[in-house]
């Protein structure tokens, strides 16, 4: 084999291996879109609420949340808190991004006069979500949705 030959097939086996990893590269990339959270969830909530004088009070809750797969969100919950007490059957509304890195943002309107600002990451391809409550500043609550 001349030498010439040689470099011939290091550089064609360097390309071959090139290519086979841009391909898994690819194949491990995700990404997600509005379309993959669709569906009914169920989710248990809990965390707490800051008060402006600094006391807290603990919150929990149960919640099932359909995602239309379009960006839309509607919701009844159960929440009960350590001050107010119980709040059954609490209906609401909002909209939902999925991004490229499947994180998903959403904002919901628990109430009338109440929006809450969610940040979420998407489990086993859309069968779960994880997330947390980022705004309000003084709300801190975390939430498993798994999909029904």
């Known amino acids: 084999m001349t030498r010439s030959t040689?470099?011939?097939?290091?550089?064609?086996?360097?390309a071959a291996f090139m290519s086979a990893s841009a391909l898994a590269d690819n194949d491990t990339r995700r990404y997600c879109s509005d379309s993959l959270v669709r569906g009914t969830y169920a989710a248990q909530l809990q965390g707490k609420l800051t008060l402006p004088d600094g006391s807290t009070q603990e919150i929990i809750g149960v919640v099932i949340r359909v995602y239309d797969g379009n960006g839309g969100v509607m919701q009844w919950d159960n929440v009960?808190?350590?001050?107010?007490g119980y709040v059954p059957n609490r209906y609401g509304t909002g909209t939902y991004q999925v991004?490229?890195?499947?994180?998903v943002d959403i904002v919901f309107h628990p109430a009338p006069t109440a929006t809450l600002q969610e940040r979420a990451v998407i489990v086993d391809n859309g069968r779960e979500l994880r997330s947390i409550t980022v705004l309000p500043a003084g709300l801190f609550v975390t939430a498993i949705h798994q999909r029904i």
């Open 80 to 84: 009960k808190n350590s001050v107010t």
């Open 99 to 103: 991004n490229d890195d499947c994180t």
């Open 6 to 14: 040689k470099w011939g097939w290091i550089i064609a086996a360097a």
